[in-house]
């Protein structure tokens, strides 16, 4: 089975079985229609692992049913439970043909010469070296498909184990509405946070959910689930959930209804309970206990019931009509109420909040500068004096620049309360390649070198996900427009003069860092003559003495020019227009030449960025 032939298979075995399941009326839709959910896929599947000839007809049909029964309840049932994609018609098609088309690209890749060798070798590795497929088929094959379906049946008891979601769309529950007194029953029925705690009376507690966000000072719907082991009467009993750091904070009462449950039945409870406003904001652990009056009723269990994060949110921690201490650059300004555009609360060791940030451009070109802001508050006092680190990543967690610096303000002299905003202007380096980088950002001791923790949070070695900047390729605008005032130099008659709307004959982007060439003009080389060369430059760094050096060669003969031309002195960022003689030898041919140029440091004589250089072909004239 050739890879045309294996494509062919597929891509008419996917149409088919679509087909069936789509288009086929009634009852004939559903007993076809199987042949795209139980065997289809399976059977692609066996032409990832055996040839033609490697296993006869009857065992890959029976292979076929085997992994089609668990590759389908598999990849159905996990992408439900961690993806939240809904079990549909439509989902259940699109997820069966993706498997089906995933071993196709398999097979394609078997046929592959270059894959063909590690192919090979895995295989040889899952066949457990015996060299004979089939017989590793007989013994290997059933225990696999044996695996499968015991992960299949036993999933929502794997998960239970590991606090995972349960979802039965047929279990029948009975719902206690406390406003009325009334019950309700239900059908289907899903458990966000799972939790078994076995209670003596013959209730068991399965688990609970929290349907809003857990705020300081305002109420969350939460449903607790129980279940009864037998058929029992309950009356009197409360539900008294205790939210505990190193004890309980505060707590949550539910009357359990008067009710007789039969064996199996399980009722869903509810109500709305109120966070106090002036508790801490982190993660608190749940324990769930039952009382009848003043006593506890006893369970096999630990009463945890899992732990949830009361988190600071923006609008307690800030508003627009707060004072705010503005720095820029490290120094103090006079600002205005301001309005913080990107939200972004991270709090850090209870004591350091903070509140977000703006970034602007987004897109910048390497050389070129952005701003960011960065905007903390102050919610305890810390005895340390912490650094911002803030790193620049590329996609594989490689610093690529960083601007670490320290608040203008020392922490330890934060006053609780206090709003800081520090505005940079940050740099990108010119040697950072054209890419979107992420930034990351956080708190830490110079001297110990660690790191200020998180609360109530997770991130990665404490470097929480700030942002992320694009860097494009440079562009002529990006260094000049032809509004710009020009300084022309002209060396061959010792003038200086201003101009606008100059254009430059041969754009080039070459950017040393302190100086950028942006272009060049060079006249006719006659031999024995002066040409005129014109380098269009732009100082982005005045400290220092720098020099063009230039040299033109022969393609086709021995002839060189070389010299040195000086920039002179200007203000940062101005652009001027160097125009050097160019003297020819009486010698120099009537061969193409090449020309180069590069940028040199006028004290020490080295090159700088030596290998950015320009070849181009010019006719002697």
Request: proline share 4%; hydrophobic share 40%; aromatic share 12%.
């Amino acid at each position: 089975m050739n890879s045309k032939n294996s494509l062919f298979c597929v891509i008419v075995l996917v149409l088919l079985g679509i087909a069936l399941y789509v288009f086929l009326p009634g009852l004939l839709k559903s007993v076809l229609g199987l042949l795209f959910v139980l065997f289809i896929p399976g059977f692609i599947s066996t032409y990832a692992f055996f040839d033609k000839d490697e296993i006869d007809l009857v065992e890959r049909l029976a292979l076929s049913i085997g992994l089609s029964i668990s590759l389908v309840v598999l990849v159905v049932m996990f992408s439900n439970l961690y993806l939240k994609i809904p079990i549909t018609f439509v989902t259940i098609v699109l997820q069966i043909s993706g498997i089906c088309m995933f071993f196709m690209l398999a097979i394609l890749a078997k046929r592959s010469r270059a894959v063909r060798g590690v192919y090979a070798g895995t295989v040889n590795v899952l066949t457990l070296r015996t060299g004979n497929p089939k017989r590793t088929l007989m013994h290997l094959a059933p225990a696999v498909i044996i695996l499968l379906l015991v992960l299949n049946i036993a999933y929502p008891v794997i998960l239970s184990k590991y606090g995972g979601q349960y979802w039965d769309e047929n279990m029948e529950y009975v719902i206690y509405n406390p406003v009325d007194g009334s019950f309700e029953d239900a059908k289907g029925i899903r458990i966000s946070r799972l939790r078994t705690i076995n209670f003596e009376n013959g209730l068991v507690f399965l688990g609970y959910d929290i349907r809003h966000s857990l705020k300081r000072g305002e109420k969350a719907h939460v449903n607790y689930y129980f279940q009864s082991k037998k058929d029992v009467s309950i009356e009197g009993l409360t539900v008294v959930t205790d939210f505990c750091i190193d004890g309980p904070v505060f707590q949550n009462h539910v009357l359990f209804p008067s009710i007789e449950l039969k064996k199996g039945q399980i009722l869903s409870i509810s109500n709305d309970v109120t966070i106090p406003k002036d508790i801490p904001a982190t993660v608190y652990t749940m324990h769930v206990s039952l009382f009848r009056g003043h006593g506890l009723v006893k369970a096999r269990d630990s009463s945890e019931a899992g732990k949830v994060n009361i988190p600071y949110y923006f609008d307690e921690l800030y508003d627009s009509s707060m004072d705010v201490l503005s720095f820029y650059n490290g120094r103090s300004i006079v600002h205005e109420k301001t309005t913080i555009s990107r939200l972004r609360v991270c709090i850090f060791e209870e004591k350091i909040a903070f509140l977000g940030y703006d970034l602007s451009p987004g897109v910048v070109a390497p050389g070129y500068k952005f701003q960011v802001t960065y905007y903390w508050k102050s919610l305890d006092y810390v005895e340390k004096d912490y650094t911002v680190f803030v790193h620049v990543i590329d996609s594989r967690g490689r610093i690529v620049f960083q601007q670490d610096h320290k608040p203008p303000v020392p922490t330890s002299k934060w006053v609780p309360g206090d709003i800081i905003s520090e505005k940079y202007d940050v740099r990108v380096p010119s040697h950072v390649n054209e890419s979107t980088y992420r930034i990351r950002f956080g708190l830490y001791d110079v001297l110990s070198g660690k790191r200020m923790p998180l609360s109530g949070r997770s991130a990665r070695n404490n470097a929480p996900y700030l942002s992320q900047i694009t860097v494009r390729e440079k562009r002529i605008e990006d260094y000049y427009n032809q509004n710009m005032i020009v300084l022309v130099a002209d060396m061959t008659e010792n003038t200086f003069i201003l101009m606008r709307n100059i254009t430059i004959a041969n754009p080039v982007i070459i950017d040393y860092g302190p100086v950028a060439v942006l272009g060049y003009e060079l006249g006719d080389l006659r031999a024995g003559e002066t040409a005129r060369l014109t380098y269009y430059v732009k100082v982005l760094d005045i400290r220092g003495k720098y020099l063009i050096h230039t040299l033109i060669t022969e393609t086709e003969g021995p002839g060189i020019i070389a010299f040195d031309a000086e920039l002179p002195s200007v203000e940062e960022g101005s652009v001027i227009a160097l125009v050097v003689p160019v003297e020819v030898p009486d010698s120099y041919g009537r061969s193409g030449s090449i020309f180069t140029f590069a940028l040199k440091d006028g004290d020490s004589g080295e090159y700088i960025g030596s290998t950015n250089k320009v070849f181009e072909r010019v006719e002697v004239k």
